[in-house]
């Protein structure tokens, strides 16, 4: 089995056991998806969470590019704490039907880009539930929009594929990752100040009660953020998904967009 150049090992292998989605499966799906996903994934570095044997078995993150790589594969020099890691890129289709043949299931991108890693042109909230009332996390995301749509930010939305929702703007680079996640910890601050039985800043989940947290942290030097249109690696394989805010109302769970049911929207979208 070939797909986009690349020979699929194994690929009958299961790797969502309850839908009994193959890697074959999951590797189709990522050529599939590929022109609507390289776009977020051009020139950024990435961690890779890979899931081997199943999503069922022990996965692990990558973000150091493995020796017996292929020459095709794009990479990025890191400056980290202890030194430099040699980081992936994935800008072309061949590139990420590679990667999932690896069992890579969930893509994580910089919210910068090669040439200006220490800057920023993303900024990203992360509502994240402390319990099962999406209905909330809705409400949380307007209430959140409503705050930014002040500040001159009209962020777009999107579901994490799994119980969250993100919410997440181009910014002009310029700042570097420390000053950007201060303008974003003093916004979710704020939301907290004028929400707090609905809001929470609080890092511990211990100390969250019900309320959602504001997740502000990812906006940080060489932290990550779920890819847009990667693979969840849930029972129900959701995907994360770009969403208008218009129809927030009718999306009723984070996990609305599945494996099964993606390219159905995706169709739709290319016919509006």
């Keep these: 089995m070939t797909i986009a150049g690349v020979e699929i090992s194994k690929a009958d292998k299961i790797i969502f056991p309850k839908k009994k989605i193959s890697k074959g499966d999951m590797v189709s799906y990522y050529e599939r998806i590929a022109p609507l996903m390289l776009p ?72 910068s880009k090669k040439d200006r890693l220490r800057q920023p042109d993303k900024v990203i909230f992360d509502l994240d539930p402390s ?10 995301a307007r209430l959140l929009r409503e705050l930014l749509k002040k500040k001159n930010i ?13 919410l997440y703007s181009q910014i002009r680079r ?14 979710a601050e704020e939301a907290e100040e004028q929400h707090p039985d609905l809001f929470t800043t609080q890092i511990r989940k211990d100390k969250r009660g019900s309320k959602i947290f504001v997740d ?23 995907v994360a998904t770009p969403v208008e805010w218009r129809e927030l ?9 599945t494996i099964d049911n993606i390219f159905r929207r995706t169709g739709q979208l290319n016919k509006n």
């Design 154 to 166: 009209d962020p777009s939305l999107m579901t994490s594929g799994k119980s969250g929702l993100h």
């Design 216 to 238: 502000y942290l990812r906006n940080a030097y060489a932290q990550t953020a779920v890819c847009p249109y990667s693979l969840r690696a849930t029972e129900d394989a959701g």
């Design 131 to 140: 319990d099962d009332d999406f209905e909330k996390i809705k409400q949380g």
């Design 174 to 187: 310029g700042k570097d990752f420390d000053q950007v996640k201060e303008t974003a910890r003093k916004i």
């Design 249 to 257: 109302s009718k999306i009723k769970s984070a996990a609305e967009y």
């Design 40 to 111: 977020y994934l051009k020139n950024r570095p990435l961690s890779l969470q890979r899931f081997p044997n199943g999503i069922d078995s022990n996965g692990f993150y990558q973000k150091s590019i493995s020796d017996y790589f292929p020459d095709f594969i794009r990479t990025v020099k890191v400056e980290t704490e202890e030194g430099s890691n040699t980081q992936i890129l994935c800008n072309d289709t061949k590139t990420l039907v590679y990667l999932a043949n690896q069992g890579t299931v969930e893509f994580h991108i910089w919210l």
